[in-house]
């Protein structure tokens, strides 16, 4: 996946969470833009509580491996 359309979703208005789904069938539930940062040929998860928490842990993953992207479904609000 080119790195462009990762960094699209990200910066996207409104933000909407999303799925990054490898295709060995691990995924990433992207659900603040904080969350993750996009590189040339790789992008870095990292594992936080709320966007104004430090990480817990991170992990990195190539683009090639990224199989689809969808988004994740919000709670309606009542």
Request: aromatic share 16%; net charge negative.
């Amino acid at each position: 996946m080119p790195p462009e359309t990762l960094i699209g979703y990200l910066r996207a208005v409104p933000f909407r969470p999303f799925r990054v789904v490898l295709n060995s069938g691990r995924y990433y539930d992207v659900r603040h833009r904080d969350f993750l940062t996009v590189g040339v040929e790789d992008a870095v998860f990292f594992y936080k509580q709320t966007s104004d928490s430090p990480y817990d842990r991170w992990e990195t993953f190539g683009l090639q491996l990224v199989e689809h992207i969808e988004h994740l479904e919000t709670p309606a609000t009542t």
